[in-house]
């Protein structure tokens, strides 16, 4: 809509009265009609053909406005005394309508995507403008920002000069909420534990288990839920993913259930090995034992022969068998280990060894303990596995020192810390858990022997 002032001039009355000027307008824009100087009693008059007349009684001032609505002619009347009127100059207004413009929204875009082109509106030709993100032409998402966005566009007819403006919108869409996992947790006591994600305040988040078997969620969707573990895995990675129309992010969680034995040491109630991996705790009187046995190392194959030797060396590398040379056996029984090797070649009884830092190879005093710690004198009953200790000993058999395997399911052997020496000889502690008894019996093995190793807490 525009607006435009016209001035019109009082003729002399013997002047033919004619039309003196066209102004083409739009509907709805407004015009002024302004008269010149004049005296006596006046009148503005409009026609639809031009030649009739009728008064507009209800405005005489010097200027006239208008809101155009239809093609109309308008003129000035002057009337003075008894005289013939006098005219002003006549203005024939021809409306045009303006052009229909169109403009439609724009389906939601993602705050992250590239420049888009406005190309919607018609006729077209025409101009856009917003307030926000409209640059040449283009809708930039990231300038605009998240949320409803009102956009124009301006289209003028060459002809007629009307022009016409649509309004439509634009929906930018956030990125989703970035998912935060919460801390890794590596030390949980129970079967379960409840996570600590972030609600998510866009896009719908959804817990994953990413690594690890058996385990299960009681509602993958909730950012709290509960995550209980399966009977045979401890270690998972979980993955807590928030997704939205404009992307995905997800976040990796830790989660360690501790293999808790049936009477955990006080303040330990797991060991782990210089590899991480770990060891449920036992107490027991006044002794803090490991209730598994130790499977620290890189494996070596045994090799068989017709002398006593060892296939491990002095070469600052923990080095372990498996009975029968079969990988499968270290998640369930351990490793075995020579006595020198397992006393990481020191002589001292109640050395370090190959246990954790804190710990210990029993020393015969510490087996004594153990045994005395059993008035009935039944150790084993209670220390073999499925017994009530919880020490869970296994007859995991022993790597002869000519190399091949013997004793797997009739006895499990343990080293000890201290030497035996008698008539020339240079063997090894062991106390013996056998099938046979209920014993927990001291033997001796040559230091080429390996067997089992259980160590305790300094």
């Keep these: 809509m525009k607006k435009t002032y016209i001035i019109l001039y009082i003729l002399p009355f013997f002047l033919f009265t004619a039309i003196n000027a066209q102004e083409s307008t739009c509907l709805n824009d407004t015009i002024k009609l302004t008269i010149t100087e004049f005296r006596g009693e006046h009148y503005w008059q409009q026609s639809t053909n031009g030649s009739d007349w009728s008064r507009i009684d209800d405005y005489q001032g010097d200027t006239l406005t208008i809101i155009t609505s239809e093609n109309q002619f308008y003129r000035f009347e002057v009337l003075e005394g008894n005289c013939i009127p006098i005219y002003s100059d006549i203005v024939e207004l021809i409306v045009h309508n303006p052009p229909v413009v169109v403009l439609n929204d724009i389906d939601s875009v993602c705050i992250n995507e590239s420049n888009i082109l406005l190309s919607s509106g018609t006729p077209t030709g025409g101009t856009y403008w917003g307030n926000q993100g409209i640059t040449d032409g283009r809708f930039i998402p990231a300038l605009a920002g998240a949320g409803s966005h009102s956009y124009f566009y301006k289209f003028a007819d060459p002809v007629t000069l009307c022009s016409d403006t649509a309004m ?63 009977p045979e895995n401890n270690a998972y990675k979980l993955l807590w ?42 107490q027991i009187g006044n002794q803090c034992w490991m209730s ?36 499968a056996n270290a998640a369930l029984y351990g490793g075995l280990y020579d006595w020198d ?65 013997v004793s797997f399911g009739s006895s499990g052997f343990f080293w000890s810390s201290n030497t035996y020496s008698y008539n020339g000889a240079n063997d090894g502690y062991i106390r013996e858990l056998c099938a046979c008894n209920d014993a927990l019996d001291k033997v001796h093995f040559s230091k080429k ?4 190793v259980r160590c305790i807490k300094d």
């Design 241 to 282: 993913t928030i997704k939205g129309k404009c992307g995905t992010n997800n976040d990796e969680l830790d989660l360690i259930f501790l293999r808790l034995s049936k009477n955990p040491c006080p303040g330990t109630p797991v060991v782990f090995d210089s590899e991480g991996t770990m060891y449920p705790t036992l």
């Design 292 to 327: 598994e046995n130790l499977n620290t190392g890189i494996y070596i194959a045994s090799t068989e022969t017709s002398r006593a030797h060892s296939d491990a060396s002095d070469n600052g590398i923990i080095e372990k068998y498996l009975f029968d040379n079969n990988e």
């Design 341 to 405: 090797e397992m006393m990481n070649y020191s002589e001292e009884p109640g050395s370090q060894g190959i246990c954790p830092e804190g710990w210990h190879i029993p020393s015969n005093d510490d087996w004594e303990e153990l045994n005395d710690f059993y008035e009935n004198r039944d150790p084993g009953l209670h220390l073999k596995e499925g017994g009530d200790s919880g020490f869970e000993g296994k007859l995991a058999g022993d790597r002869h020192n000519q190399g091949f395997f």
């Design 168 to 230: 439509a919108y634009i929906e930018v869409l956030p990125l989703p909420s970035i998912p935060l996992a919460g801390e890794d947790l590596l030390e949980i006591i129970q079967d379960s534990v409840q996570l600590n994600g972030n609600s998510p305040e866009i896009g719908n988040g959804y817990w994953e288990i990413i690594e690890g078997e058996g385990g299960y969620f009681s509602d993958s969707t909730l950012f709290n839920t509960w995550f209980f573990k399966g």
């Design 449 to 452: 022997t390996a067997v089992s």
